[in-house]
């Protein structure tokens, strides 16, 4: 009887089994089949959205492109009136040195042009400008249609061209030089002129040369009128003084010292403590009276000056 239970149990428990594994399929290929229409959706949308892309593209491809036609069908106008305008002026200008060539009158400069507007160009405006200037100026040459003797002469005739310009800027350029020497002296003359007539309003001579007008000195404060005395004028107003009177007292005692020493006797020595100087030991005493006398003065003299000497060496050589 267990057995037949237990048997029984067990087909219940792989019924039940099966069936959970039948749904558990079920289950997943259904979660297959919906993954599977996602990912064709993303893929739809992933086309959709390429191709707006590229739609997106191309609209804006195509408005960069007619911009840019515009804008180079704009600058060939512009041009195209620049050039007609240019070639207008040069057939003027050539109309115009034609006829003055017939008169034999001498070639007037063309009217100058707007300074503003010359100076606001632009580099690029100014090469295109001389540009079409000059393909109009310059004219290209058909050689194929010309012959040996036509190829000939306008080789010539560009060659005498080439040394009239040769010879006109040569000179140009001594022109430029000669103006250049006479400014300079030009310039020399006037600063002759400036420097007379700083002398002669008492300034210094380089003060009217200068870069900046001189200062202005007025002859003080409380007058209104400007000072033309010169730097030395001025220099002795402020001479003088303690200096001065330091000086006048100085030669007045040199003077009075003078006038003392002058008044010494030439002769007659002085006595030192009732002593004759240059006495000898041993030696008489000499009377008063006598020192103005006879032989004996000029040799007490004499003594006297050797004595001084050897008191002065001596002296000398203790201070060494």
Known sequence: MASA????????????????????RDERAKEEEELKRLKEKQA????????????????????????????Q??????????????????????????????????????PAMDARKEMSKS????????????????????????????????????????????????????????????????AERQKLQLRNKAIKKGLDPESF??????????????????????????????????????AESLDAIWKEKYEEWSKRPSKKLPKWFGERPGKKAGDAETPEGEEDGGEEAPAEEEDYDEEEEEEEEEEEEEEE
């Open 5 to 24: 239970e237990d048997k029984a149990k067990k087909g219940e428990l792989n019924d039940q089994l099966k069936e959970y594994i039948h749904q558990w």
């Open 44 to 71: 739809k949308r992933k086309e959709i959205r390429i191709e707006q892309e590229k739609k997106l593209a191309q609209q804006k491809r195509a408005e960069e492109e007619k911009i840019r036609k515009e804008e």
């Open 73 to 110: 069908e704009k600058r060939e106008a512009e041009a195209l009136e620049k050039k007609k305008a240019l070639e207008d002026a040069e057939r003027k200008r050539q109309e115009m040195m034609a006829a003055q060539k017939e008169k034999g009158g001498k070639q007037s400069q063309a």
């Open 123 to 186: 580099k690029e405006q100014v090469e295109e400008e001389m540009k079409i200037s000059l393909s109009i100026r310059i004219k290209p040459l058909n050689l194929d249609e010309m012959d040996s003797d036509e190829v000939r002469n306008k080789c010539n005739q560009i060659w005498n061209t080439i040394v009239v310009l040769e010879t006109d800027k040569y000179d140009y350029e001594q022109r430029q030089l000669d103006q250049d020497y006479e400014f300079k002296e030009l």
């Open 209 to 246: 040369t200068g870069a900046h007008p001189p200062t202005i000195h007025m002859f003080s404060k409380y007058e209104r009128r400007t000072d033309t005395r010169t730097y030395g004028d001025r220099k002795k107003l402020y001479e003088g003084g303690w200096e001065v009177i330091r």
